[in-house]
Structure formats: C-alpha cells, structure tokens
C-alpha cells in the first residue's frame, strides 16, 4: 500500500532553493535529472517508507541522499508521509 506524500512548506522553500542553485551550477539539463531523481524517490518511499535509514540526529526523521550534494529528509505518519526539506550536504552538519 502505497502511503501519499506531502510536502512541507520547508521543504517547499529549501527544494525552489536547490532548483535555482543547481540550474545556475550546472544547467537545465542537470536539473531535469534531480527532479526525475527526486520523482521517483517520493515513489519509493511512498511504497517503502522504511527504505532509507533514520538520520543521525534521531527524532524519527529518515535521510535519504539523493545526490552526493544533497539530501532529503522525512517523517513517517501512520497515514502519511512529509517531506521535511532538502539539505545541501556541504554545509553544516544538522545540530539538534
């Protein structure tokens, strides 16, 4: 059973941030293929929540890397799933 999936409006607001650096790093065409990436990704986990472990920092949010630069975080909801939002990995770790 396929769980729907929400965004948050972080995650919202860090996944325009990503498109727009990603597109003046290294173009639209790169940018097709996140989005493609992050697509199919939203429809794994939707299948499998489980599939991507816990992130370090616990609290019940999964991690999952999507690209070497980047990560995306969620939370399991017994009738949902939220996205949290996208992290750039080359910043700060996440202090919590």
């Known amino acids: 059973m396929n769980l729907p999936v929400k965004f948050s409006v972080r995650a919202g607001v860090t996944y325009d941030a990503t498109i727009a650096q990603l597109n003046a790093r290294w ?5 097709d293929e996140f989005e493609q990436k992050v697509t199919k990704t939203i429809g ?11 992130a370090d920092f616990g609290m019940d949010v999964h ?3 999507l690209h070497k630069n980047c990560s995306m975080f ?3 909801h017994p ?11 080359r910043q700060e770790p996440l202090i919590f």
């Open 27 to 31: 173009g639209r065409k790169f940018v």
């Open 44 to 54: 794994l986990i939707s299948a499998s929540p489980t599939l991507y472990p816990l």
């Open 63 to 65: 991690r999952c890397v």
């Open 74 to 76: 969620y939370r399991i």
């Open 79 to 89: 009738s949902h799933i939220t996205i949290l939002y996208f992290w750039d990995n």
